[in-house]
């Protein structure tokens, strides 16, 4: 069974945050929302959701996937956390396959892993991967060995569907894109 | 300053009912979650949120609009409470914004405000709308007078758009549009 580990930072972007969730597991994989607060964190449009673990109580080597979602402030709170940027690097450095959307590939890029990669951001915030050596690319989903990124809330659904393919294949990724009613990625 | 209303029932489709807070939210719309539980609801999917009031606590005559969000089993739990199917019936009776996405028109079926009335529904649920003398179309969004119904996860945005842009203006939705890099709807 694939595991999947979603941060959970206070002012995520509640679009792409559940967007992920939701079709991870529709896909069948086991998904834990780890919060950079223990019994609550609040979205960036006030929206607030529970998490299933505290992030002190996960471990990357648990996991096969680390999801970092966008939103402003989350994308600050997760830059500025320690431990955030230990998993990331945890997860690159093992090979796992690290996702994040909209502004989170600048806390990637803070961790260090977008060297020479290609990936994406929200529009506005190109030099912030680039300032990390990565090669910025335009397309809604990018996907670079085990990096995936994409640009904020309307390609969160492609997003998804592209971790989950990576993860489970392509027929099950197909199958919950044809039920959540998502038109074919371009690709 | 718009008010809206939306409905968080167990079993909610959490990019439905996700997407519409937030887009609402990002118009200026002032949003109130009113859970038919009152601490935590759990979605289809097992995302927990935490309400903003209970049901018992909000009036339809504080609201400019009611939005009912679908999700498997949470349209069944919609469908089987008293206070919803009441609140529904206010809503529209009283000229409100009545909108509903996925499974979620079937409630609005139940609740007798869908006769003669141009709609759409999930797939394969057509059946649902019509028993309720609903003209079925397969449209991503359709408006009829104040009643705005949509079909599925992917189409929440589009959905959440259209609300936004019948209670605060085009202009506003189309920023909002913009920021949340999602295309324009297909009229």
Known sequence: MAE???LLAPGFEEIETVAVIDVLRRSGITVTIAGLLPDMVEGAHGIKIIPDKAIEKVQMKDFDALVVPGGNPGYKNLRRDERVLEMIKDASDSGKLVAAICAAPAVLSDAGVLKNRKCTIYPGMESEVENGGG???EDSVVVDGNLITSRGPATALHFALKIAERLVGKEIAEAVR?????EPIME
Chains 1, 2 share one sequence.
């Not at 044809?178 to 998502?182: A, D, M, P, R, V």
């Open 4 to 6: 999947a580990l979603v």
């Open 135 to 137: 090669e910025f690319l």
């Open 178 to 182: 044809k039920k959540t009613l998502t």
